[in-house]
């Protein structure tokens, strides 16, 4: 089985500030791992995923999530927050042969002008 | 990106009345679709996996004759909430995975069903 923490259910940053958001994972296979975006009452958008490729991986809007196996770590950043980056974000992860999908509780980010 | 076309947005409906709610991959073909939950402020719960042509696989706890689930087609599948109640109003999101190999699911937009 897979899961997901998400740590900080709320994080408020600065216009231009960096933006950390932190995932722990367990997994009992080699995991993929995902950043999803949702803007409210919206589906979900995908930011970036890992699968099994390089440990840095690059998304959309600037982001960018490193994996460390040793640290059970898929956390997200983004050097420079802008008021569009708003929005919650749920850290996901699935097996490699399982579709299902283990969303994270959710980080809410918040940008301050 | 694929496009995943839920329908409808918002649906509001009175209690003891059945919603369906559509989801489309409007531009490939997805043999299996997933269909979450999502209460305000929370995340994502996997309710159901639904494969085409064959019986839909529900997680544990939730009711299968609550939640129907049909995927007729390669590019189709409903949630029928039958005989709705208040506390089933909640945010309806369905994905679509792009094939076998490809690992990324690609979500609708949502449905928010408010029970009246």
């Known amino acids: 089985a897979q899961s997901v923490t998400q740590l900080g259910s709320h994080v408020s940053v600065s216009e231009g500030a960096l933006v950390l958001l932190r995932c722990n994972y367990s997994s009992s296979v080699p995991p993929y791992l995902f950043w999803y975006v949702q803007y409210p009452n919206q589906g979900l958008q995908l930011l970036l995923k890992?699968?099994?490729?390089?440990?840095l991986v690059k998304g959309i809007n600037g982001f960018e999530a490193e994996f460390k196996k040793s640290e059970t770590s898929f956390h997200l950043t983004k050097p420079s927050a802008h008021m569009s980056d708003a929005a919650e974000y749920f850290c996901a992860v699935s097996g490699t042969g399982d579709y299902k999908l283990s969303f994270g509780a959710g980080t809410t980010v918040t940008v301050r002008a | 990106g694929a496009v995943v076309s839920q329908h409808p947005s918002w649906v509001i409906c009175k209690s003891g009345t059945s919603v369906k709610i559509e989801c489309r991959s409007l531009?490939?073909?997805?043999?299996?679709m997933f269909w979450y939950r999502q209460f305000p402020k929370q995340s994502l719960m996997l309710m159901a996996t639904?494969?085409?042509?064959?019986?839909?696989?529900?997680e544990q706890g939730v009711e299968k004759d609550k939640f129907l689930i049909n995927h007729a087609s390669l590019t189709l599948s409903t949630l029928t909430v039958t005989s709705a109640h208040p506390e089933d109003s909640s945010f309806y999101i369905c994905s679509a995975r792009l094939g076998t190999l490809n690992t990324e699911a690609f979500f609708g937009q949502g449905t928010r069903l408010t029970v009246v």
């Open positions: 639904s494969n085409e042509g064959s019986k839909a696989t529900y």
């Open positions: 890992y699968t099994s490729a390089a440990t």
């Open positions: 531009d490939f073909q997805a043999t299996t």
